[in-house]
């Protein structure tokens, strides 16, 4: 099992920063894919940005350009930075891992979640 603690969120007006932290632990073997994900009210979760084990990242369009993901794999930590913040970017956020396990020619994965920070920004 892994663990996810997630750190960071409050309110902020807008044009302001935040930044979120989730730290894994638990019995990891090794992270493929740390990520960040976010839910408004009456909304579906959404990708934010998400970073690969390798290094390679993505992001939603409506945050590129704002929005800084980033990891520490010796602390099995991911961060989320979080600038020129947007009254629309007020959601809860959640951490996402993807943990694998490899099995000779083949590999398990298993998504964990945090438990959800609120970010909430004020016009």
């Known amino acids: 099992q892994v663990q996810l603690v997630e750190s960071g969120g409050g309110l902020v007006q807008a044009g302001g920063s935040l930044r979120l932290s989730c730290a894994a632990s638990?019995?990891?073997?090794?992270?493929?894919?740390m990520g960040w994900y976010r839910q408004a009210p009456g909304k579906q979760r959404e990708l934010v940005a998400a970073v690969r084990s390798g290094g390679n990242t993505n992001y939603a369009d409506s945050v590129k350009g704002r929005f800084t993901i980033s990891r520490d794999n010796a602390k099995n930590t991911v961060y989320l930075q979080m600038n020129s913040l947007k009254p629309e970017d007020t959601a809860v956020y959640y951490c996402?891992?993807?943990?694998?396990?490899?099995?000779?020619?083949?590999?398990?994965?298993?998504?964990?979640w945090g438990q959800g920070t609120q970010v909430t920004v004020s016009s």
């Open positions: 996402n891992v993807q943990h694998r396990v490899y099995r000779g020619s083949y590999a398990d994965y298993t998504n964990y």
């Open positions: 638990g019995s990891i073997v090794s992270i493929n894919v």
